[in-house]
């Protein structure tokens, strides 16, 4: 399911010069599709990013750019709008070598929001989401003032329930 | 040329820039490998277009993940007399501090080199080695 306001909100948002990620505008970073805690982007194939010039296979740290930035923007669908957040950690496990020359997509699904901290994982994917080349585990800190209650009141219900630390 | 072949070139001419030549990866990233006595140290170069945060501006988190997965790679490749190219099993990366539009350097330290798997600790700094703006450990495929 798509959060289609919530999804309009953040790709206008992103849309204005001030607010792009410089990287991601760089790499061809595109999001597919928000929901709530929930997001999905695409970066396209480029040679010129590849780990070698011999196999064309992308580079590990373009999948850890796709994978950190679609953990931060599940975070952000998480929160209900555009937020400052930092990432605390973020792990890797690279399960297969991407395919050269086809687009990588990545899904990222913030479980759990706290007053300061939120969990996400997320997986890289190629044309089967069901074999994914990548698998990350991250945690990211609510940076924004207001940080604490205010932040979680407007963050998704079903993701802020219980004890927060 | 192989990833193994430009390392053992580089030895050989103790000049490590046919790295950054010959690997797509790191020529648009602006990642370069020095080494002082002993010691490798691998430099993502300051550049705008390595921004994540466009407010601070601050680096993407991933490129800080990219330039410390290359550092341990680069740092096994050259420890080793094997032509076996050592692939990443996972990373985690810690972020300790912003990244700011400066040069990022970082120095890997081989934990432990198994036959089959080897453990990496990488750290990276950009003004003071002594305050790291992250941190990382790995796992990686030797054989």
């Known amino acids: 399911m ?8 953040l790709v206008h948002f992103r849309s204005k010069p001030e607010n792009q990620s410089p990287f991601a ?19 396209p194939y480029a040679e010129h990013l590849a ?24 975070v ?12 605390l950690d973020l792990r890797i496990d690279y399960l297969k070598p991407a395919t050269p020359k086809e687009d990588v997509f990545a899904y990222g699904h913030c479980y759990k929001v706290t007053r300061n901290v939120c969990f996400v994982r997320g997986i890289a994917y190629q044309s089967d989401k069901s074999k994914p080349i990548a698998n990350a585990t991250a945690t990211f800190m609510i940076t924004a003032k207001g940080t604490g209650k205010e932040v979680q009141k407007n963050a998704q219900p079903e993701l802020a329930q219980g004890e927060t630390k | 040329m192989s990833f ?16 950054s030549e010959n690997i797509p990866y790191m020529k648009a990233l602006g990642i370069n490998v020095h080494q002082y006595g002993g010691l ?25 993940g990219g330039l410390l997965e290359m550092a341990a790679i680069v740092q096994l490749a050259h420890d080793q007399e094997s032509d076996d190219l050592p692939r990443t099993i ?15 350097h970082a120095k890997a330290l081989v934990t432990k080199r198994g036959r089959r798997v080897a453990n990496v600790q990488v ?12 941190s990382m450990h790995g796992h990686f495929l030797m054989s």
């Open chain 2, 90 to 104: 996972n990373i985690t990366v810690e972020y300790l501090r912003t990244g700011f539009i400066k040069d990022l």
């Open chain 1, 25 to 43: 505008v760089y790499i061809g970073l595109k999001i597919l599709d928000i929901d709530k805690g929930e997001a999905t982007v695409s970066v």
């Open chain 2, 4 to 19: 193994m072949e430009l390392i053992k070139r580089a030895k050989e001419n103790q000049d490590f820039s046919i790295l």
């Open chain 2, 123 to 134: 750290q990276c700094w950009q003004d003071d080695p002594g305050k790291p703006v992250a």
């Open chain 1, 51 to 74: 780990g070698n010039s011999l196999t064309g296979i992308l580079h590990g740290g373009i999948i850890t750019t796709t994978l950190d930035a679609v953990c931060g923007l599940s």
């Open chain 2, 40 to 64: 490798l140290i691998t430099t993502l170069k300051a550049n705008p277009q390595l921004a994540g945060n466009p407010w601070i501006p601050a680096l993407h988190g991933g490129n800080i």
């Open chain 1, 76 to 87: 952000i669908a998480a929160l209900g709008g555009p937020t400052t957040i930092a990432t």
């Open chain 1, 2 to 9: 798509t959060d289609k306001a919530l999804m309009e909100r």
